[in-house]
């Protein structure tokens, strides 16, 4: 089983949908959870921090069920600029180190 | 400002020559990671830098050799690199090495080896 495991998609969603992405992750103990965004050819640039009791920025809602093992991302009303690869990343909390994992990412492709 | 800058931007190098790869961060971040990316897979991470010393090497081959001169540097030099090693180089920093911090990345330095 992977450490962190995300549908790769891709998701093609019409403009103003409503998109959720799942990821579940493997060890129990781990403690951060972060989705990043990543553009074709550029770098993975962190969207949020996904802490335990869900937040919340603008369009953008992350939940964590640790019980589940499980994170979530959903967007609303999607915008033709959210087209792009979207990275679960979990830290490893066995080492005292900053690794992190990452899925393998979900693409998403909003359309007009 | 969460700034990490890279240069290159791109490179093509051949198999025998020797280059380097330039990060630096001004945020007070105090550890600093090398990555590699491959086309439609995730960064694989390759060193971790905690507070100037070398952390993890995740058994990456000696043609590749980091370097931390200070807190807000990090170089990674290539000597006699094979075309499999051509992809995205992602530099990235946070503020701790400690685990459990957001890690923020450079735009990367594109390497292809002809």
């Known amino acids: ?112 | 400002d969460t700034e990490v800058t890279q240069t290159p931007k791109h490179l093509v190098m051949g198999m025998t020559n020797k280059k380097s790869l330039k990060c630096e961060q001004h945020m007070g971040h105090r550890a600093m990671y090398w990555y590699k990316q491959k086309a439609k897979k995730p960064p694989e991470l390759m060193f971790v830098y905690s507070y100037e010393k070398l952390s993890i090497n995740e058994s990456v081959p000696s043609r590749f050799s980091p370097e931390c001169p200070n807190s807000s540097l990090l170089n990674l030099h290539l000597h006699a690199l094979q075309p499999e090693d051509s992809a995205l180089y992602l530099c990235a920093s946070s503020l701790s090495g400690t685990g459990g911090t957001e890690q923020y990345f450079g735009p990367g330095t594109r390497l292809t080896v002809t």
């Open chain 1, 1 to 112: 089983r992977k450490e962190v495991e995300q549908d790769p998609g891709p998701f093609n969603v019409p403009e103003g949908a409503t998109v959720a992405f799942n990821c579940t992750y493997s060890n129990s103990a781990s403690q951060s959870f972060f989705w990043y965004r990543q553009d074709c050819r550029k770098e993975p640039k962190l969207l949020m921090s996904v802490y335990s009791s869900g937040n919340e920025d603008g369009r953008f809602t992350a939940q964590l069920n640790r019980a589940s093992q499980y994170i979530s991302l959903l967007i609303r009303d999607s915008k033709l600029s959210d087209s792009a690869t979207y990275l679960c990343v979990v830290n490893t909390p066995t080492s005292n180190t900053g690794k992190l994992i990452f899925g393998q990412g979900t693409t998403l492709q909003v359309k007009p």
